[in-house]
């Protein structure tokens, strides 16, 4: 099966059950490539040590500190909006490479 993943996981237990199960996948015999902002860790249980890895820009704008809540609201519209145009990529480079199924790790 060709296996199309997308994570953004920090370190930590969600991350290291992520990978212990594309490891499984792997394994197995599966065909599995991952694709991730690069704000998900990449250093703590890399996919990329087993599977190709790609490093989609989310190209968000950090979230200032912000003294209103208008502000605050408006920083996290402009973050969501980076999420989305980031998944949109990620779904078209997937939609290329023929796979059967997404396995999404949320964060």
Known sequence: MRIALWHNLPPGGGKRAFYNQVAGLVRLGHHVESWCPPTADQQFLPLGDLVTEHIVDAQHV??????????????????????????????????????????????
Do not use: I, Y
């Open 62 to 107: 950090p979230l200032s500190k912000r003294k209103n809540l208008w502000e605050l609201v408006h920083d996290t519209d402009v973050q969501a909006e980076a999420m989305d145009r980031h998944c949109q990529q990620c779904a078209l480079e997937m939609s290329k490479g023929a796979f059967d199924v997404l396995f999404a790790g949320p964060c």
